[in-house]
């Protein structure tokens, strides 16, 4: 019966939001890895909370942007991250409490999967005031989202923590620590003064000492099992990994087919050569100095790797292509 | 067959290191537990053999397998053909003790899994795929590997990556691909899993020596559960390398000062030769060894001037002299040029590259209180470090009596010196704008987090029991070691 209540009251709450949701359309855009709604006029103040039906065929992670009238352009402050599971799910994105800057009028929505986009279909969207049953479904999604959860290319500086509601899920964690402390001290007290002892200062600070590192190592070990579980997915991530070849496994952990042009490369240049490259930066060009080694980089070298980069003007002048690969990755060599 | 070569990458250095603690420590071996003397002597081992490689190459003896075998065997003959006859209990002959695990309570059993499953994870996590760690290809393997083909590291291209950094990460890593036999960057990472678990199995022992044993498990679970220190320990950088090493230095050097403190002079004595030896290595893994190494030295000097009326110094000559020897290698060799620059860096004098890393830091008017939430933002609402520095400033504010007492003030003031040294080196010197950008913080902190924890635990533990010190004596705690 009580049960039977809470549910009619859980509907009841979840009321408005029937009334006062507003369909909007995503469409893919062509040639773009992305999904977008067509210019839209939404009060953020009013509409803070998007419910997503999403049909994908794979997991993976998807991030939501806006523009506002604020500032017409989608980018990362204005946007929100989420996990997205095979098969057809609804997603509760309450963006208010997630970002700040879920602000002014809401001109336009983008959705960019982090994977392959063809393999997902936004069959229905809606933007809604949220109601306390769409804000725990919010929560609950952000909770188990990436944030704090998957290894990003920065985590090797940092690791966030989980979200709840926009905020680190340490600061709900100090709040409780502190009210379980001051409950199970007051309860030390009251036991205490049943025994009729005679309660000092330094005693109570003892006692009060003792409750609070009780409480921390309670919470850390409820911290750890989120851990666990995080260290569990990227295990689970690594085990295709499990039982290949060293040059299998670099395959896997490259992007495209970029080990395998280091091996075509292998192959041609001596190991005695010495090589130029013309490589995008940040990553790969780094990875091909390790990779071609004992192949040493030097400027003038006999030969030039080139991976999806144009050459320079002088490297063009001083290079002609002699191995190809396949159209935009090659082996060049002095003229 | 590349599984053999993984057991020889990481005996080859345990069986050195054995050897070297034998001659060491060996007259004192017996106040180190069995397990902790294996977990002290692989990374010694690995030190050392790091300091052979080094002299090697100087010598122009080419750095290949046989060569290397070779010149640890003479140094492991030297020991015992005239250190091993001399020793009264040697270090080799304790045997491995009884594990009853009927004598486990339910508490430490489900510790003790959950610390195994963590070091299996972080072995997993390792070995299972190859490097992708770009700094660590950047800076650190590109070298390794050239020692693999090159058979030394003095060559102008592989110097260009090396600069002015301490070796150890270039020669360890060179080590693993020379052991291994091939370029394999996935198997070469089995040297940090190795050095957790001797983290977490020296942590233990420190504290099990004065503490019961469930309270031990518990501290060195939390240890095992820091998810930064968990996650750096599975990529090929240099900063859990010189944690663990600065680590162990400080554990040991406090349980000097705590022996010492306790008139146990025969047990501060062996203690303080272990940490020396750490402190040594401390130096070779990454430049802020320098800063680090020197936080210690001045909190030694502070002690020994605390104790001035009772302390014998001839005893200190020996644990002085083997902590040169280990640094004076890398100061003979033109490297002491490192230390200069890396005093500059940090007071913000530097030369032309310092400068120029100012000229590019953004210009922020408030800026310790930038600062100020950086640091507060990193340490209390990342997930780098769990509870730790609540638990932390929660001892210190709880338990500010036992705090205060000596001898374990000084381990506080170690502590403290470590942080404020970040503070320093981000307020003043050449490395603002990383603090900035979040990319550097978070690895200087790590340094001190293994000791914040230990620290705690030695605050916490002797409080738990009433307000009387649940100190067991060493020899009662040997014998329940079995449990």
Known sequence: MRLLGVAIVFCLAALPAIGLDQPITFQPVSDQPYWQTPELVIDSADYDTLILKIESKQNGTAKLFWMNHYDMQFNQPKSTWFSVKAGTHDYYLNIASQNQYWMGWIKGLLLYPEFDSKSITINEANIIKGNIFTNIMSGWQEFWGPKGRLIIGSTINTMQSSYLFGRSIFVYIYWMIGIFSVFFLLKKIKKLLLQKQKLSFELLFNRAGKVVVGTIIFFWCLLELNTMYNNWQMARMDFPLIGKTIDEQRTLVNTGDFYQFMLFCEKYISPEADFDYSIPPVYNDIKARFYLYPRKITKEADFLVVYDKDPEKEQVNRYKPWKTFRQGAYIAKKR | ?483
């Not at chain 2, 996935?186 to 940090?192: D, E, N, P, S, Y």
């Not at chain 2, 859990?240 to 230095?249: D, N, R, S, V």
Request: aromatic share 16%; charged share 15%; hydrophobic share 60%.
């Open chain 2, 1 to 483: 067959m590349l599984f053999l070569n993984v057991i020889v990458v990481i005996l080859v250095p345990l069986i050195f290191g054995l050897f070297l603690l034998s001659l060491f420590i060996g007259k004192k071996s017996d106040i180190f537990f069995f397990w902790e003397k294996l977990a002290l002597a692989f990374p010694l081992g690995l030190g050392f053999l790091v300091l052979l490689m080094f002299l090697m190459a100087s010598a122009k003896i080419p750095l290949t397998f046989s060569n290397i075998i070779l010149a640890a065997g003479l140094i492991i003959l030297f020991i015992v053909v005239t250190c091993c006859p001399r020793l009264k209990s040697p270090y080799l002959n304790v045997g491995i003790p009884e594990i009853n695990i009927k004598r486990f309570s339910l508490l430490e059993i489900i510790l003790t899994s959950l610390i195994t499953f963590k070091v299996i994870y972080v072995y997993f996590a390792s070995i299972v795929k190859p490097l992708i760690d770009v700094d660590a290809f950047n800076y650190y393997s590109i070298v390794a590997k050239g020692i693999f083909f090159e058979k030394t590291f003095f060559t102008p291209y592989l110097w260009e990556f090396i600069h002015d950094k301490p070796l150890f990460p270039y020669l360890a890593q060179g080590w693993a691909f020379i052991g291994l036999g091939t370029i394999n960057d996935a198997l070469f990472k089995i040297l940090t899993p190795t050095l957790f678990l001797c983290l977490l199995v020296i942590s233990y022992s420190a504290l099990r020596k004065y503490y019961p044993g469930k309270y031990c498990l518990l501290a060195t679970f939390l240890l095992s559960s820091l998810p930064f220190l968990v996650f750096h320990v599975a990529t090929a950088y240099a900063d859990f390398t010189i944690t663990f090493y600065y680590t162990i230095a400080s554990i040991y050097l406090f349980l000097f000062m705590k022996e010492f403190h306790l008139k146990n002079q025969e047990k501060a004595d062996a203690n303080l030769v272990v940490a020396l030896l750490f402190l040594g290595l401390t130096i070779w893994t990454k430049r802020a060894g320098i800063v680090l190494v020197g936080i210690n030295v001045f909190v030694l000097l502070a002690f020994l001037a605390a104790y001035r009326k009772t302390i014998d110094l001839k005893k200190l000559i020996i644990p002085c002299l083997l902590f040169f020897l280990i640094l004076l290698p890398w100061l003979v060799h033109g490297q002491a040029y490192a230390i200069i620059n890396t005093l500059k860096a940090i007071v913000g004098i530097g030369g032309g590259k310092a400068v120029e890393a100012v000229a590019s830091t953004p210009v922020v008017e408030n800026k310790a209180g930038v600062m100020c939430a950086i640091f507060l933002n990193k340490l209390f609402l990342y997930a780098d470090w769990h509870l730790l520095w609540l638990l932390f400033l929660t001892t210190l504010i709880f338990f500010y009596k036992r705090v205060s007492g000596k001898p374990l003030v000084f381990l506080l003031v170690i502590i403290l010196l470590g942080v404020s040294a970040i503070f320093v080196q981000f307020g003043t010197g050449e490395m603002f704008k990383w603090l900035i950008d979040g990319t550097l913080l978070d690895r200087l902190v790590m340094v001190s987090t293994p000791l914040a924890l230990y620290f705690c635990a030695e605050v916490v533990i002797p409080s738990l029991k009433d307000n009387s010190l649940a100190i067991v004596t060493h020899a009662s705690a040997k014998s329940k070691k079995g449990s």
